[in-house]
Each structure stands twice: as structure tokens, then as C-alpha cells.
């Protein structure tokens, strides 16, 4: 997980002799560093969500056309489900 504010030592600006001579022991200061997200979370999730539909349809269609011999977009059909469902409740 990365944080979204990270800090930083940054080096003292360099100053004239005058106030050189008024603070010699000055610490490096801290700068906080903001990292802006290209991709808001909620289209991550979105996205995630849309690519494992895809991804199921993809297989189901490959399963059933390329390993069942049967037709890729028949996969995708209600009656070709319904009849799944019916061998597996037993009442074919």
C-alpha cells in the first residue's frame, strides 16, 4: 500500500552572510509531498468488476464451444442454461 503523503528533507535555502551568521545550526526542513491518483477507486472497482464479467463470458463461451463442441454463442443462450439446470436438478 503506498501512502499518499510522503515526506522529504530538503536541504535550507541558501541565505546572505547576514543570516548566515543569525541561525548557523538551522535543520533541514520537511516538505510534504502529495501523490494524485490517475484512477479514482471507485472506477478501479468498477473496472475490476467489468473485466471478471468478461472474463467469465469468455471462458463459459470457450468451455462450451472449443472443449463442448458445441457453438460459442449458444453459451450464451437462456435454453442452453435452463437445460443445464434441469440435468442437474435431475428432471431430465
Known amino acids: 500500500m503506498t501512502n499518499e503523503f510522503n515526506e522529504q528533507d530538503v536541504a535550507p535555502k541558501k541565505r546572505s552572510r547576514r543570516s548566515e551568521e543569525a541561525e548557523p545550526n538551522e535543520r533541514p526542513r520537511r516538505v510534504r509531498w502529495v501523490q494524485i491518483r490517475l484512477i479514482p477507486i471507485w472506477l ?5 468488476l467489468a473485466l471478471l464479467a468478461g472474463a467469465a463470458i469468455g471462458g463459459v463461451m470457450f468451455g462450451y464451444g472449443f472443449l463442448g463442441g458445441g457453438e460459442p454463442s449458444d453459451a450464451l443462450k437462456w435454453s442452453t442454461w435452463q437445460h443445464i439446470f434441469d440435468i442437474i436438478e435431475g428432471q431430465e
Open 44 to 48: 478501479r472497482i468498477v473496472l475490476v
